[in-house]
């Protein structure tokens, strides 16, 4: 049972548009949310959170947006750039961590 | 020099083999994680501990068991190793109150 979903496996954009990756949960009890990136060979590393208090949350080129109705939560990416090409996972927690299965994003040149 | 490291990186062993993957961190955290990553689903919880004294079964924690050494250092085991654990296993850390965590690099096992 993934209380967190992604439903794209992939997403290929071109350097300098918009990226958009989607999530959604069911378990009305995570109260924080969160993005990591993860290259090849490497660990996931953080990229951005959000409290359930908030819907939106910017850092420089990323900003993660939260709908609590809807039980859905994006992760926008202006521009992206070739080395935003991983695999970013969403995750949930009110105190332990569940991911999602993740997304690959591939941003061409 | 990594601040979560995970030991081996890279294992192969036999159906039945009794296999640990241990993991030592130098971030000071009290709260320490093991994760196994499978194409498709992601990251799953095998177990979680957040100090010395607490344990706590994740999502998938069957076949496996965890023990935490001290407050830097936190062992998964696998008593008999079937085929289907074989998968990417990654350990983390985190501080209490900020969700973020803090991952080791992957330790990939094969269980043949």
């Known amino acids: 049972d993934q209380q967190v979903k992604q439903n794209s496996p992939s997403l290929s954009v071109q350097e300098g548009r918009i990226s958009i990756l989607n999530c959604d949960y069911t378990n009305s009890m995570f109260d924080y949310f969160l993005w990591y990136k993860k290259y090849p060979a490497e660990g996931p590393t953080f990229l951005i959170s959000?409290?359930?208090?908030?819907d939106k949350n910017e850092d420089g080129r990323f900003t993660v947006f939260l709908n609590k109705s809807a039980k859905h939560l994006s992760l926008h990416i202006v521009p992206s750039q070739p080395g935003d090409s991983a695999v970013y996972f969403c995750?949930?927690?009110?105190?332990?961590?569940?991911f999602g299965a993740g997304t690959r994003l591939t941003v061409k040149p | 020099d990594a601040d979560v490291t995970q030991t081996p990186r890279n294992r192969i062993t036999k159906t039945g083999k009794r296999i640990m993957l241990e993991c030592s961190q130098t971030?000071?955290?009290?709260?320490m994680y093991w994760y196994r990553q499978d194409p498709g689903l992601g990251l799953r919880l095998i177990y979680y501990?957040?100090?010395?004294?607490?344990?706590n079964k994740g999502e998938i924690s069957d076949g496996y068991s965890v023990s935490r050494q001290a407050q830097a250092k936190f062992s998964l085991s696998l008593e008999s190793a079937i085929p289907n654990q074989t998968a990417l296993y990654f350990c983390a850390t985190s501080v209490r109150g900020t969700g973020e965590l803090f991952f080791g690099e992957g330790s990939r096992l094969t269980v043949l």
């Open positions: 971030k000071g955290h009290d709260r």
């Open positions: 995750a949930a927690s009110p105190w332990d961590m569940r």
């Open positions: 501990s957040f100090d010395v004294k607490d344990i």
């Open positions: 959000i409290s359930s208090i908030k």
